[in-house]
């Protein structure tokens, strides 16, 4: 992906889903070569990158650390932005909801 492509028009621009982005920065526990490249062009860039506070695999299994699978990358969106995972379905991966309050 290229990311000055996505993010380079000035326009309000919005990424969210399992971006393969494995970092410490959202709760993983450990760094990928993808999540880098992603978290240091959000920190060169003024994006913003949102990540659910819990976990959305189950079930949990306590002895090992959960990870976040899901995160959503802006630029240029004054909205709010919320995320949520839906328990309520029988799925190992706990669907991601965005809700961005907008006019």
């Known amino acids: 992906m ?3 492509a996505c993010f380079g028009g ?9 971006l393969n982005t494995r970092h410490v920065d959202w709760n993983w526990r450990l760094n990928t070569r993808w999540a880098k490249i992603v978290r240091d062009y959000a920190d060169e860039n003024s994006c913003l ?3 659910q506070e819990s976990p959305n695999t189950k079930p949990y299994h306590p002895p090992v650390s959960p990870d976040v699978l899901d995160i959503m990358l ?4 004054s909205f709010s932005v919320y995320l949520t995972s839906y328990f309520a379905l029988s799925l190992d991966q706990l669907p991601v909801f965005s809700d961005i309050s907008c006019r």
């Open 10 to 18: 000035g326009l309000p621009v919005l990424i969210a889903g399992d």
């Open 49 to 51: 990158i949102f990540g």
């Open 2 to 4: 290229d990311l000055t």
């Open 74 to 77: 802006t630029k240029n969106i």
